[in-house]
C-alpha cells in the first residue's frame, strides 16, 4: 500500500538522509571527545579510524539521499538541482543547506587522506568546518525533513545537538594539559681534588 501512494524514491531519500545526520552527529561528537581528550590518549588512533569511517559512511549516505532525490519522479530536482546550491526548484535555500552539508562532508572525509602534506596544524584548522556542516545540515532537516516537522523534530534536533553542544563548552572550558618540556638532571658539583700531602724528604 505505501509503495504504490509514495514513490520508492522518495522513501529512499528520506531514510539515506536521516541515517547522513545520525552518522555525521555521531562523528563530530567523536571528533569532539578526541580532541578534549575525554576518553584518553590510550585508543586515540582506534578512535581516529573510526571518527573517519563514519565520515565517509555519511557521507555516502549523503550520495544515496542526494541521488535518490535526483531520480524522484514526484519532486524532479534533477542531479543539478541536487548538486549545486540554490539549483532546486522547491525550498532552495533549505535544500542549498543540504547541498553545502554534502560537499563540506566531502572535503572534511577527503582531508584525512591529506593531513601528513597539509601538517597537522591546518588540518585541525579545517575541521572546524564539521561544526559548519553539522549546523547548516540541522537547519537543512528542521526546515524540509518530513521527520522533523512539529514539536516532534525539535526534540529530535535538541537529541542531535545536545552531545555535540555540550562537548564545544568542554573543549572551550577544559583546558589542556601543557606540554612540560624535559628535566635535565641537576649536574653533579665539580669539585677540585686536593694535593696529596708529600712525606718531607730529610736533607
Known amino acids: ?64 539521499h542526494g541521488g535518490a532525490l535526483a531520480l524522484d519522479p514526484v519532486m524532479r530536482f534533477g542531479f543539478v538541482g541536487v548538486l ?22 566531502l572535503a572534511l572525509a577527503a582531508s584525512f587522506h591529506v593531513r601528513r602534506t597539509i601538517g597537522q596544524g591546518r588540518w585541525r584548522l579545517m575541521h572546524y568546518a564539521s561544526f559548519v556542516a553539522f549546523g547548516i545540515g540541522l537547519y537543512h532537516a528542521l526546515n524540509v525533513g518530513t521527520e522533523f516537522s512539529g514539536a516532534r523534530g525539535l526534540i529530535i534536533a535538541g537529541a542531535l545537538a545536545a552531545p555535540v553542544t555540550w562537548l564545544v563548552y568542554a573543549r572551550i572550558l577544559i583546558p589542556r594539559a601543557a606540554k612540560k618540556p624535559p628535566t635535565r638532571p641537576a649536574p653533579e658539583p665539580t669539585t677540585r681534588p686536593q694535593a696529596e700531602s708529600r712525606p718531607a724528604v730529610p736533607a
Do not use: D, E, F, Y
Open 1 to 64: 500500500m505505501v509503495a504504490q501512494s509514495v514513490p520508492v524514491a522518495w522513501l529512499v531519500a528520506r531514510s539515506a538522509g536521516l541515517v547522513a545526520l545520525a552518522l555525521l552527529t555521531v562523528s563530530v561528537t567523536l571528533g569532539l571527545a578526541l580532541s578534549t581528550r575525554l576518553l584518553g590518549n590510550k585508543r586515540g588512533k582506534l578512535l581516529l579510524g573510526w571518527h573517519q569511517t563514519l565520515m565517509w559512511t555519511g557521507l555516502a549516505m549523503v550520495a544515496l
Open 84 to 105: 549545486v546550491p540554490g539549483a532546486a526548484p522547491w525550498r532552495p535555500l533549505p535544500v542549498a543547506a543540504g547541498i553545502v552539508t554534502g560537499w563540506l562532508m
